[in-house]
């Protein structure tokens, strides 16, 4: 069974994935192959350790919109550490503490296994694929390790590292009052459009008279496009205007016959749970040209991807801050692209992902056990540059540190924004 799943797997890379033609020679096959059929003949090949040879794979394609993962509804559950940490010069900061309650977000980690943490880093190039600090991404690189050396508050101990059943992150989609004049809105991510909608809807009086407004997609992995067009008349000036994103979002869709079944039996099943008219709208036109264009390889859907828009914004708020970081991702990442547009808003934080070089993801899957998700779409600017395109930059840089687990320094930032802004409005 493995056997046959990793040689799908190869085929779709090296087929159907978007990127398939940029990447062609990337990937090693006969290697995990043989390493596959070693864990047969050590008795060690289960869906987890199955899991982690392919995902190690896919690190060659350098494309963090390609995984391989374990349904959440199979009996056989993910694994994680339970904590996630983030470089800072030659140490990693705990930043977050999902299911090993023995540490605490603050807590820093000097060496692991006996290897310093900038020995770690030249170990892992292949795995932490980026070469800044603040931009690693340290998941895979500690499920390889079992000793932590700890530093709490100038008390060092040992830490064995343990396995934990992986959840699904819960979504958060909410507003609050920072004070009597801001408004702070949280989005985890753009994955449940009737749901933004909805958190929209119910506080539309008080985002048309609050005269500030910061909004926090610093952990916004993504979702769909469509989810934040409720949210979009808000970040734009009173009165029409018509707009249009920068030709680095022309893509072609790579319509093989595997993607455009995987596509429409996708959209059917979405359809079954969307309410919001225009969202299914959209996700119907988006069937029909996957049929239209069946088995025809590269193809733009240039009349439903148009880049130009037409927005009737409001009069409040009068100014708005976007929170981006490393983890704002996907259409998270096209969302404050969009606010940029607006002469009312200023970015705050760190560059985004950068993961919509491939996009608009499908989903493989094998005896309701294995997922493979990869993209479908390619920005047709890589022709031209083989250089990572679709990141945003912010217009205010703050570098992480770890001074940030303890201080929301973004939102100290934007709040100093908006008392200037009070006066002075921003005129881009």
């Given at each position: 069974?493995?056997?046959?799943?990793?040689?799908?797997?190869?085929?779709i890379?090296q087929?159907?994935?978007?990127?398939c033609?940029?990447?062609?020679g990337?990937d090693?096959p006969d290697?995990?192959?043989?390493?596959?059929?070693?864990l047969?003949?050590?008795?060690?090949?289960?869906?987890?350790?199955?899991?982690e040879?392919?995902?190690?794979?896919?690190?060659?394609?350098k494309d963090?919109?390609v995984y391989?993962?374990?349904?959440?509804?199979?009996?056989?559950?993910?694994?994680?550490?339970?904590?996630?940490?983030?470089?800072?010069?030659?140490?990693?900061?705990?930043t977050?503490?999902?299911?090993?309650?023995?540490?605490?977000?603050?807590?820093?980690?000097?060496?692991?296994?006996?290897?310093?943490?900038?020995?770690?880093?030249?170990?892992?190039?292949?795995?932490?694929?980026?070469?800044?600090?603040?931009?690693?991404?340290w998941?895979t690189?500690?499920?390889?390790?079992n000793?932590?050396?700890?530093?709490?508050?100038?008390?060092?101990?040992?830490l064995?590292?343990?396995?934990y059943?992986?959840?699904?992150?819960?979504?958060?989609?909410?507003?609050?009052?920072l004070n009597?004049?801001?408004?702070?809105?949280?989005i985890?991510?753009?994955?449940?459009p009737?749901?933004?909608?909805q958190?929209?809807?119910?506080?539309?009086?008080?985002l048309?008279n609050?005269?500030?407004?910061?909004?926090?997609?610093?952990?916004n992995?993504g979702?769909?496009?469509?989810?934040f067009?409720?949210l979009?008349p808000?970040?734009?000036?009173?009165?029409?205007?018509?707009?249009?994103?920068?030709?680095?979002?022309?893509?072609?869709?790579?319509?093989?016959e595997?993607?455009?079944?995987?596509m429409?039996?996708k959209?059917q099943?979405s359809?079954?749970?969307?309410?919001?008219?225009?969202?299914?709208?959209?996700?119907?036109?988006?069937?029909?040209?996957?049929?239209?264009?069946?088995?025809?390889?590269?193809?733009?859907?240039?009349?439903?991807?148009?880049?130009?828009f037409?927005?009737?914004?409001?009069?409040?708020?009068?100014?708005?801050?976007?929170?981006?970081?490393?983890?704002?991702?996907?259409?998270?990442?096209?969302?404050?692209?969009?606010?940029?547009?607006?002469?009312?808003?200023?970015?705050?934080?760190?560059?985004?992902?950068?993961?919509n070089d491939?996009?608009?993801?499908?989903?493989?899957?094998?005896n309701?056990t294995?997922?493979?998700?990869?993209p479908?779409?390619?920005?047709?600017?890589?022709?031209?540059?083989?250089?990572t395109?679709s990141r945003?930059?912010?217009d205010?840089?703050?570098p992480?540190?770890?001074?940030?687990?303890?201080?929301d320094k973004?939102?100290?930032?934007?709040?100093?924004?908006?008392?200037?802004q009070?006066?002075?409005p921003i005129d881009?």
């Amino acid at each position: 069974m493995y056997h046959e799943i990793f040689n799908d797997i190869v085929e779709i890379m090296q087929q159907d994935y978007a990127g398939c033609k940029d990447k062609m020679g990337w990937d090693y096959p006969d290697i995990f192959k043989s390493k596959l059929a070693k864990l047969e003949q050590q008795n060690e090949l289960n869906p987890n350790s199955f899991v982690e040879l392919v995902n190690d794979y896919l690190i060659d394609f350098k494309d963090y919109h390609v995984y391989f993962k374990l349904k959440s509804d199979s009996s056989y559950k993910e694994r994680t550490v339970g904590f996630c940490v983030r470089r800072y010069k030659d140490k990693l900061y705990v930043t977050d503490v999902t299911h090993e309650k023995r540490l605490q977000i603050g807590d820093i980690i000097h060496s692991i296994n006996g290897y310093s943490i900038q020995q770690l880093v030249d170990l892992h190039k292949r795995e932490l694929i980026e070469t800044e600090a603040e931009r690693e991404d340290w998941t895979t690189v500690l499920r390889k390790y079992n000793i932590c050396h700890v530093n709490r508050e100038g008390k060092q101990y040992r830490l064995k590292l343990q396995f934990y059943e992986s959840q699904n992150r819960q979504s958060v989609y909410k507003i609050e009052s920072l004070n009597q004049e801001t408004l702070l809105m949280t989005i985890s991510d753009f994955t449940n459009p009737d749901s933004i909608r909805q958190m929209i809807e119910e506080n539309d009086g008080l985002l048309r008279n609050t005269e500030h407004l910061i909004i926090d997609v610093r952990n916004n992995a993504g979702g769909s496009d469509t989810s934040f067009r409720a949210l979009i008349p808000f970040i734009f000036s009173e009165g029409t205007g018509t707009y249009q994103l920068d030709d680095k979002y022309d893509m072609a869709f790579h319509a093989t016959e595997r993607n455009c079944q995987l596509m429409i039996d996708k959209f059917q099943q979405s359809l079954k749970n969307i309410k919001d008219k225009f969202v299914k709208r959209s996700i119907q036109a988006l069937m029909k040209k996957w049929e239209e264009n069946r088995g025809k390889g590269f193809v733009k859907f240039n009349d439903i991807t148009e880049k130009k828009f037409t927005i009737t914004g409001t009069v409040k708020p009068k100014n708005i801050i976007i929170l981006i970081d490393t983890l704002t991702a996907s259409s998270a990442e096209i969302f404050a692209d969009i606010c940029k547009l607006s002469s009312k808003v200023q970015i705050v934080g760190r560059p985004t992902s950068g993961m919509n070089d491939y996009a608009n993801l499908t989903c493989m899957t094998w005896n309701d056990t294995f997922e493979l998700w990869y993209p479908t779409s390619r920005l047709t600017c890589l022709d031209h540059s083989h250089m990572t395109t679709s990141r945003v930059e912010p217009d205010i840089y703050i570098p992480w540190t770890p001074e940030h687990i303890h201080k929301d320094k973004d939102i100290k930032c934007a709040l100093k924004l908006l008392e200037k802004q009070r006066k002075v409005p921003i005129d881009k």
